[in-house]
């Protein structure tokens, strides 16, 4: 059984950089055709998504925080993690890992999450 859990710090000062590791258990990181992401929700709104790792390593940010937004992985470790540079309060939420696989159908194409982690408390405060 795949089990997601997302580990790190959870206080970061403003101008600082976030990061947080998911690992991954049960199965491989690097299995076909999974898609890694990242996923917070801030205080009293809605699910935002940051971003994915694909099963073949390669990355996609929301347009929104992709200046911001480093995704990377270690597969020995079966681990991917979350970089957000330049922390502001705006960026406080809960951030959870999950699993995502591409469904096509036709010309539109979708993804179905699966697996989520419990996700973890970040807060940014000086």
């Known amino acids: 059984q795949v089990q997601l859990q997302e580990s790190g710090p959870g206080l970061v000062k403003p101008s600082q950089t976030l990061s947080l590791t998911c690992t991954v258990s049960?199965?491989?990181?690097?299995?076909?055709?999974?898609?890694w992401n990242w996923i917070r929700q801030p205080p009293g709104k809605g699910l935002e998504w940051i971003g994915y790792i694909a099963y073949s390593g390669s990355t996609y940010y929301s347009p929104s925080l992709k200046s911001r937004t480093t995704i990377s992985r270690d597969t020995s470790k079966n681990q991917f993690t979350l970089q957000l540079s330049s922390v502001t309060p705006e960026d406080t939420a809960v951030y959870y890992c999950?699993?995502?696989?591409?469904?096509?159908?036709?010309?539109?194409?979708?993804?179905?999450?699966?697996?989520w982690g419990q996700g973890t408390q970040v807060t940014v405060s000086s």
């Open positions: 999950a699993r995502a696989s591409r469904i096509k159908d036709g010309v539109v194409i979708w993804y179905e999450y699966d697996l």
């Open positions: 049960g199965g491989s990181i690097t299995s076909n055709y999974y898609y």
